[in-house]
């Protein structure tokens, strides 16, 4: 009886040793199959954030070459050596970019070291016919990789050349090449017959994507690099298993939707997952214990319990992980937990902000020490309706000034679908900020005289004519009478001084807002004339003012156009204050007409 209790126990020792055996290799299996796709999914994912992330570098790219044809078309015909200087001194602050400007003929108005060996005709067809952004297919020249961008300079609605960005390809690697992933992986850009529009650091073969490829194994038919060419060819996403130097890697690609390019995104599997092996040693030593424990059926459920628990709690760690690397830069990190409304901030919260992470994690006094109770509503309206938030405003600091900063965060939600938690960054803006806000002032103001340049007083006539079209508004065009002989007489100097102390005198009208049409023709435009304003009454000051003013003998000539009288839309108001303009110079100089009055009479 005894011996034949010990047989079944033994029997039954081993059944259970086999079963766990089995169990265990099932297990390996199975979670090797759930980790593998789990990985798939979110390494396509990535794809999206990654083209996002491609499409937003070019259009902020397309920006900075906006501003530069912007910029140029101001200088135009005036001054181009002032934005040749402004770009070369671009040029040299920034090795890797290298931007020029370009006439009808393809000569290039700035020094640069790269050969422009452009099919300029093509360019300049695009451009001509597009009015957009044209972008060049990867080159090597002068042992190096790079890609041209080009802006039409638009002048009087006509192409007068372009502007050019030369971007080099370890440039583009730079940024591209980790912004995904950081430290195990990277992200490319390659075109259909494998050439590199951006690399990654380290990479052997840099001009062929393809030809690097070769050089791994796969150990997966089904994801090899047969089927990626396949699949690049056909304009279709997909995944790749390949392994290097006995290491296995996982690669994604999917077309971006500009010319031919693909995004590749590539990751070490083994950082990808690192709890993998983990995971895997634990579930060897509770087999072997499961061995010997005749209850191992109750640890197996026990243990079972324990990885639900775990896999949801790595659900939400991986979506954490996902929403860092998308986001991945130099900030305050926040992270509110939905279901305990606890704030977890990072420490440089209380250097920005002078509140310790302490008090900090009451996210009632968090918020109304640093934001108004109006941007706190912006925030709420925004996660409610889309789920994150981005949002550029003002903050208390620790001085308690207010201070640009821009907030950026996504809810993470649970396997269940309901927030788990809000994690995001802020961002210090206010330098940026500032300088944007200085460059556009700097624009859109004529350097010389201080008033509005002409593509910005244009703006505001035409805003104010469509917003106040029931309105009467007034358009003074204003010329300086014997200005060349000023010029020819006394110097450009002089004439530059005249030019500025007009200005001068326009900008203390603050009934209107003055610009300059260039040369020496000014505009006042004056809102609202019917609210007490005498239009005559101003252009007689403005005479006289100008006659005690100038110490050389130069005037003024004064036409107007009244809007709502003798002009009903913008060309002829624009029309009408010319022809007043010229029939006050035909008068003598020195005078006013406005259009529509007897042209006998004036001031």
């Known amino acids: 009886m005894k011996k034949f209790f010990q047989l079944m126990l033994m029997i039954a020792m081993i059944a259970a040793c086999a079963y766990v055996s089995v169990s265990f290799v099932w297990f390996q299996h199975g979670l090797s199959d759930t980790l593998f796709e789990e990985n798939k999914d979110r390494l396509l994912k990535t794809n999206e954030q990654s083209i996002h992330f491609v499409k937003q570098t070019l259009q902020d790219f397309e920006s900075q070459l906006q501003l530069i044809a912007d910029f140029s078309t101001l200088y135009h015909e005036n001054d181009r050596e002032a934005v040749v200087m402004m770009l070369e001194e671009m040029n040299a602050k920034n090795k890797a970019i290298d931007y020029a400007l370009f006439d009808l003929d393809g000569v290039v108005y700035t020094t640069t070291e790269v050969q422009l060996d452009m099919d300029w005709e093509k360019v300049l067809s695009y451009l001509e016919e597009k009015r957009g952004l ?62 590199l529009v951006s690399g990654y650091q380290g990479m052997a073969v840099r001009s062929d994507f393809f030809k690097e490829m070769q050089k791994f194994t796969y150990p997966n038919k089904a994801y090899d690099q047969n089927t990626m060419k396949t699949d690049i060819k056909q304009n279709k996403s997909g995944f790749v298993v390949f392994e290097k130097d006995q290491t296995r890697h996982y690669l994604s690609y999917a077309p971006i939707g500009i010319k031919d390019w693909i995004v590749v995104n590539i990751v070490n599997a083994e950082a990808l997952s690192p709890h993998y092996f983990q995971i895997m040693e634990r579930s060897i030593l509770l087999s072997v214990s499961y061995a010997f424990i005749f209850l191992g059926i109750l640890c197996m459920l026990f243990y079972i319990v324990r990885k639900m628990k775990k896999a949801e709690e790595e659900h939400v760690s991986a979506r954490r992980f996902e929403m860092l690397a998308s986001l991945q830069k130099s900030a305050i990190i926040f992270e509110y937990d939905c279901k305990r409304h606890y704030l977890h901030v990072s420490d440089n919260y209380e250097y920005c902000f002078g509140i310790s992470s302490t ?20 925030m709420k309206e925004q996660i409610q309706k889309e789920g994150r938030i981005q949002l550029q405003l003002q903050l208390w600091d620790r001085e308690h000034c207010a201070h640009w900063f821009e907030v950026e965060g996504g809810i993470i939600y649970d396997q269940r679908k309901q927030p788990a938690s809000l994690i995001g960054f802020i961002y210090d803006i206010h330098s940026s900020y500032i300088e944007k806000e200085r460059l556009q002032i700097q624009v859109n103001t004529d350097q010389l005289t201080h008033t509005f340049a002409k593509a910005e007083i244009m703006r505001q006539i035409e805003d104010t004519l469509i917003n106040f079209s029931a309105s009467k508004h007034a358009l003074l065009f204003i010329d300086l009478d014997n200005f060349k002989q000023v010029n020819d007489t006394f110097g450009h100097i ?47 000051r403005l005479l006289k003012k100008v006659e005690g003013l100038m110490a050389y003998p130069i005037g003024i000539s004064i036409g107007v156009s009244i809007y709502g009288e003798d002009a009903h839309n913008l060309d002829e108001l624009l029309l009408h204050a010319d022809q007043a303009l010229y029939a006050s110079k035909h008068k003598g100089k020195g005078v006013c007409i406005v259009y529509g009055e007897d042209k006998s009479s004036h001031i």
């Open 494 to 540: 002089a004439g530059d001084e005249v030019l500025a102390n007009l200005g001068n005198v326009l900008n203390e009208e603050l009934e209107g807002i003055a610009g300059r049409f260039g040369g020496d023709e000014f505009v006042l435009f004056i809102k609202n004339i019917e609210e007490g304003i005498d239009v005559k009454d101003l252009a007689s």
């Open 134 to 195: 044209y972008i060049s297919e990867a080159r090597h020249l002068q042992n190096r990789d790079e890609i041209v961008l080009a802006l039409p300079v638009i002048v009087d609605g006509k192409v007068q050349g372009g502007v050019l960005g030369v971007y080099q390809s370890d440039y583009l690697t730079s940024i591209f090449s980790e912004a995904f992933y950081s430290g195990i992986g990277a992200t490319l850009i390659v075109q259909k017959d494998g050439a």
């Open 359 to 378: 008090i900090a994690k009451d996210i009632h006094e968090a918020l109304k020490t640093i934001v108004d109770l109006e941007n706190i509503q912006r």
